[in-house]
Nanobody, 126 residues
């Protein structure tokens, strides 16, 4: 499956952005979807993940209460709604897809995901 992330940009602190991940190539509903980010000078870190049907989600502590992950399998898309953005949210955001079991845990591990999009830059100014 090929993934294309979009929706990044420059926003002021407290603002919102909605990232999209569009999939092509295979049945999107067969994959768990995750969002990761890489802040300047840091390693890639987990943000959120959503199960194949969208019925279950999991978030990093930094994202809880501010970010919402969703998906529309009919449109082969997943989204990450980000509200109350902070300067520390500045990063390149990546969507990823994997055929792993969502309910097996450890969805915060990048090696659970087989396919990655190219990333989209999010910059939050103070």
């Amino acid at each position: 499956v090929q993934l294309q992330a979009s929706g990044g940009g420059l926003v002021q602190a407290g603002g919102s952005l909605r990232l999209s991940c569009t999939a092509s190539g295979r049945t999107f509903s067969g994959y768990v979807v995750g969002w990761f980010r890489q802040r300047p000078g840091q390693e890639r870190e987990f943000v959120a993940a959503i199960s194949r049907t969208g019925s279950s989600t999991v978030y990093a502590d930094s994202a809880k209460g501010r970010f919402t992950v969703s998906r529309d399998n009919a449109k082969n898309t997943a989204s990450l709604q980000m509200n109350s953005l902070k300067p520390e949210d500045t990063a390149v955001y990546y969507c990823a897809a994997g055929q792993t079991s969502f309910y097996g845990g450890n969805m915060d591990r990048a090696n659970k995901f087989d396919y990655w999009g190219q990333g989209t830059q999010v910059t939050v100014s103070s």
